[in-house]
């Protein structure tokens, strides 16, 4: 049960992250007028975005590998692959928030 809750919250507090990261990128958009500097700002992000998502592929894939070898095999409930995919996705959008916003002060 406890566990449950702890899942529960941490579920909320993403999908809050996710959507205030979503308004946050979408008022910034606005402010700039997509201008060239707004592009360069996305492109930049989009890049390390990509870095965030193949580095979750290659983490998976090498957990794949070991699980294979694992003498028994481990049973995870379903819902929780699910909820963890669900916060593994929405951090994208997070991570992006978060370079959008240090790039905006550096740049």
Aim: charged share 15%; glycine share 6%; aromatic share 8%.
């Amino acid at each position: 049960m406890i566990e449950q809750v702890g899942l529960v919250i941490i579920l909320l507090t993403i999908m809050g992250s996710y959507l205030y990261a979503t308004y946050r990128i979408a008022k910034l958009q606005k402010n700039y007028h997509n201008d060239e500097r707004w592009q360069l700002l996305k492109l930049r992000a989009g890049n390390v975005t990509k870095i965030y998502y193949e580095s979750l592929i290659i983490i998976i894939a090498v957990l794949t590998v070991i699980l294979l070898w694992v003498p028994t095999p481990i049973m995870i409930p379903l819902d929780r692959m699910l909820a963890i995919g669900m916060v593994i996705i929405m951090g994208g959008q997070v991570v992006e928030c978060f370079v959008i916003a240090r790039l905006d002060k550096t740049m």
